[in-house]
């Protein structure tokens, strides 16, 4: 009878284990798992200051250089949660009634949650717009011109910004601006800083921008962020740059 006693509170025991190494064994998510591109269209802000700047674009319309995956989740996850956050900053102030740009080089560098969510904010703005799926391979003559002066040739100006995209370190931007003497720098910036904001190394328009941050590259370029910096060179839209350098030059301001 106690043998009996005994041989139950072993199996029990045994089916105790077995269930708890059941509970971990839980399959991960199959590496072949479809996931369902979504519509940029679709991603709405809370209400407030500031909408979401539409991409311009579908998700997939940069593959294969940008894939549509991480092109849908850093706009409808990373960006809608900047814009939605800026719009909260905002509230109770009366800065929302201000252009972006002029809450950008107003910015009180020590209010954290203003300085991340505008800059998050501006600066995805940006990128969005420093790609297209029309892209042209190099900028058209006034530009191509200007950085053959500024920079030697376009392929000295190439190799000098992918080396300040890959050197930023940490999560950060690189930019191609317009200084006030309407010349063209590159320079980078960390977190969600930019070059419009007080402080900055190299102040200045920005007219191209490239988010270096993690998000932007790790599904499909894991930590290669060279990869990444050579494939967002295959989709600028150049079109769209050259016209914010002709707008940013000081004689039109
Ligand atoms: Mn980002």
């Not at 967002?232 to 004689?251: C, E, G, M, T």
Request: hydrophobic letters at 40%.
């Amino acid at each position: 009878m106690r043998y009996a006693v005994l041989l139950l509170a072993v199996m029990a025991i045994s089916c105790q284990k077995k269930k708890l190494t059941e509970v971990v064994e839980v399959p991960l998510p199959s590496e072949t798992e479809k996931f369902t591109v979504g519509n940029p269209d679709d991603v709405k802000a809370q209400p407030g200051a500031f909408s979401v700047q539409p991409l311009g674009y579908e998700y997939d319309a940069l593959s294969p250089h940008i894939d549509a995956r991480t092109l849908d989740i850093h706009y409808s996850k990373h960006y809608l949660t900047y814009t939605n956050n800026l719009n909260r900053a905002l509230e109770a102030t009366e800065l929302g009634k201000l252009p972006i740009e002029e809450i950008l080089k107003k910015m009180d560098m020590n209010n954290a949650a203003l300085r991340n969510n505008a800059g998050g904010y501006y600066n995805h703005n940006l990128y969005w717009a420093s790609m297209g799926p029309n892209k042209s391979d190099a900028p058209g003559e006034a530009l191509l011109s200007a950085i053959t002066t500024d920079f030697g040739s376009f392929e000295d100006f190439k190799t000098m910004f992918m080396d300040a995209a890959e050197r930023q370190f940490g999560s950060g931007w690189a930019w191609l601006v317009v200084d006030k003497f309407g010349k063209l720098q590159i320079t980078s910036t960390p977190n969600q800083d930019n070059p419009l904001m007080p402080q900055a190394t190299v102040p200045g328009t920005p007219i191209l921008a490239l988010d270096v941050w993690e998000h932007a590259y790790y599904l499909e370029h894991q930590y290669k962020r060279r990869k990444y910096i050579e494939a967002f060179f295959k989709v600028i839209d150049w079109d769209k740059v050259a016209q914010r350098y002709s707008d940013a030059l000081p004689s039109k301001k």
